[in-house]
């Protein structure tokens, strides 16, 4: 009698990796091998971010001390974040505050805010510290200059993100800083009413730039921290600065790319 | 014994000291790198900061501005970058060591070498990621974000602060009017900080920690850095208290606080004080002195300097980028300079000429 074929034991994880399903979204493999390597970065759309190989000094901690990847993994956690605090708080004077109580007293285990908060306080250390890195190790020279300045602008734009979110709990502390902060745009030469040669810029005596057409009534839509201010802070935090904080970062990513990869020693 | 030492704190505390005392702490940094940067010296400052903050918390009005919610951050960002600051500096003296005996700066030994991304750096990412992310959950579950009374336009705080990161800016208004502090200087700050690579060029300091082939330009970028952005928001966060007085680290906030305003504008010191001739009607009278000090201040050092010290880099710059680089400095020296003149002399402005909110 011959030995029948033996039929194989059924192996589940081979039934899965090997199906249509798996093999729809997978590729490749995942063995040691540097073609599944490579392809690990290369067929996915978040690690395509980077290239396929890096400079082995680049690829230290201590030398990038990783502050421009974790400052893109903040403002991550600081979108999920933020959408999930969008659910529940709505930027007008009569609910803004009582939202934001809400927040606190009704949402069970409810760290959103902290989570949101803490983490705006973090990223703006983690691009500053990304920025003295760059600099401490001179990666910002030829060709290297212009992806600098966009790191500046996303700097700014940082605070200005961060200073916007400030407004949105509508307390004292929100309102008041919000109040010094912009006080300072009324002294804007020329575009502020108490700006240096604001007075220059008048038609017999009418004044073209007052208190109510000024570039702090731009910024406020008000003569003062209410209503309009609250609105708008909302939609260029929530809307307007991010957009073009995720432009911005994505011309900064190619850059790095494009010029070179993450900077050595010539 | 603990009261003493409070005393002794605030009465050795205010502007000037506390602002010199910084600075000479950093010109002994940027002139002796290697030694300030020693384990014999860096272990002794983090022993004296750590046991000052011991010391600072069993004082409650210490601690009431310390671990205000909004504030612990700053109190991180101190101990953070100094951290960096320090592993930089020892890093790149490490290099200036190797490259003095005719070695490669180190990261070039592995530069020329490539390693795949993952998972090489894709790992380095994830655990970071993963270890900001637990840190996150554990701030928060700790720390609660402060929450005051609802906003109410008629009742304004005292001090009235704006958020922390602009803290440095807040505290130049002591110094200089808010269109200076608040506009101009906030500008030339972005413009400055985008003209560093097109005013530095040298590629072969490109990529490596080093620190002796670039001292000017490192000594530069960090007195802005720790001088005048990180020193003065510790100052406008912690020692400034109502009515933007200055508070000792350990002094209760009084609202009564009475400090006598004695600054004197330059046209007073000259026209009433030397001259005697009493203030002139016309304002360009009035101000030509300081006004002309200022276009000194903007006009002369820059020529001499090109001549003098400065001349290897009016060669290497060209005209422009030399003259950028001139204007870029002194209008970041301006700063300190008026604080001091402040300190010594209460000078309130140099030229004035409200009537067209043009005070410098």
Known sequence: MADAPKKPKFDLAKFITEGQIWKSMFRHGYTTSDRDRSLSVLTNVFFHLHPVKVRKSGARFGFTWCAGGLSFFVFLTLVVSGILLMFYYRPTVEYAYNDIVALREHVPFGIMRELHRWGAHAMIITVWIHMFRVFMTGSYKPPREFNWVIGVILLVLTMLLSFTGYLLPWDQLAMWAITVGSNMARATPFLGHEGPGASLLSIGDIQLVTAGSDVRFALLGGRFVGAGALLRFYILHCVAIPTVVVILMAVHFWRIRKDGGISGPL | ?360
């Open chain 2, 1 to 360: 014994m603990i009261e003493t030492f409070r005393q002794l704190v605030n009465s050795f505390a205010s502007p000037v000291t506390i602002f010199t005392s910084a600075m000479v702490l950093f010109i002994l940094f940027v002139t002796f790198p290697a030694q300030m940067t020693s384990p014999w010296i860096t272990l002794p400052i983090v022993a004296v900061v750590v046991a000052f903050f011991a010391v600072g918390l069993t004082d409650p009005h210490f601690v009431s501005i310390v671990t205000a919610p909004d504030n612990v951050p700053i109190v991180a960002l101190l101990f953070i970058t100094g951290y960096f600051t320090w592993y930089s500096m020892r890093k790149a003296c490490e290099n200036d060591r190797r490259m003095a005996r005719g070695e490669p700066p180190k990261e070039k030994l592995e530069s020329e070498e490539k390693v795949l991304v993952f998972p090489y750096l894709i790992y380095i990412e994830f655990v970071i990621a993963l270890v900001y992310a637990i840190g996150l959950v554990v701030w928060s579950i700790l720390l609660k974000a402060p929450l005051e009374e609802p906003a109410n336009p008629t009742v304004a705080p005292n001090p009235s602060k704006a958020p922390w990161y602009f803290l440095g800016l807040q505290e130049m208004l002591v110094y200089y009017d808010p269109w200076i502090a608040g506009v101009l200087f906030p500008t030339l700050i972005i413009i400055g900080l985008c003209a560093i690579p097109y005013i530095d060029r040298d590629t072969e300091t490109s990529g490596f920690f080093s620190f002796k082939a670039r001292r000017p330009v490192i000594t530069v970028f960090l007195f802005g850095f720790w001088i005048l952005w990180i020193l003065l928001i510790l100052v406008g966060t912690f020692l400034r208290g109502p009515n933007w007085n200055f508070f000792g680290p350990f002094e209760f906030w009084d609202v009564h606080k009475v400090v006598p305003l004695l600054n004197v504008n330059l046209s007073e010191f000259i026209f009433i004080k030397w001259l005697a001739w009493g203030l002139p009607k016309q304002w360009f009278v009035r101000e030509a002195p300081g006004i002309i000090l200022v276009l000194l201040y903007f006009m002369v050092p820059p020529a001499i300097l090109a001549k003098t010290l400065f001349k290897k880099y009016y060669k290497k710059l060209g005209p422009v980028r030399y003259s950028v680089m001139v204007m870029l400095l002194l209008f970041m020296l301006a700063l300190p300079i008026k604080m001091y003149f402040r300190w010594a002399f209460n000078l309130k402005y140099i030229v004035a000429i409200p009537e067209f909110f043009f005070n410098i």
